[in-house]
């Protein structure tokens, strides 16, 4: 099952660009956003693993996840994103990750799970490990 649909491409891409238009906005201005474009390539690859991670964990039709391993898998997988998440923000003096895309994040990520059946009837699964 490909996950990565062309609602979460557009969000995805909605994120960084809201990224990439604060730093260069910061720029004009002659300050530093706390973050650059380097930063923003990580977050786009955290994202991409993520991503790639819950279409490995959904099976290719054939091979089909009881709900229990679904859930866990999946769990795992969305701590290891907002755990790396974290620590990215971290770096960044927590100037990488503001409301729209803290929002755009936890959309990106309930959407991508709902997609593949997981952790339904979880309202914020990055709850646990969120620090943004």
């Known amino acids: 099952m490909q996950v990565e649909t062309n609602d979460y491409v557009e969000l995805k891409h909605e994120i960084l660009d809201g990224m990439r238009s604060y730093m260069e906005d910061v720029a004009q201005d002659g300050a530093d956003a706390g973050y650059g474009a380097a930063e923003i390539d990580e977050c786009e690859r955290i994202l991409e693993r993520f991503l790639a991670s819950l279409s490995h964990i959904a099976g290719d039709g054939e091979r089909v ?3 229990a391993a679904l859930d866990r898998s999946a769990r795992a997988a ?9 620590a990215l923000n ?9 409301t729209d895309q803290r929002e755009g994040l936890c959309e990106l990520i ?3 799970l709902a997609e593949i059946g997981a952790l339904r009837g979880e ?9 943004w």
């Open 65 to 67: 996840p009881s709900p």
């Open 123 to 131: 309202d914020d699964p990055t709850e646990p490990w969120r620090e």
């Open 78 to 86: 969305v701590e290891q994103a907002v755990r790396a998440l974290n």
């Open 110 to 112: 309930r959407g991508a």
């Open 90 to 98: 971290a770096r960044c003096r927590y100037n990488l990750i503001e």
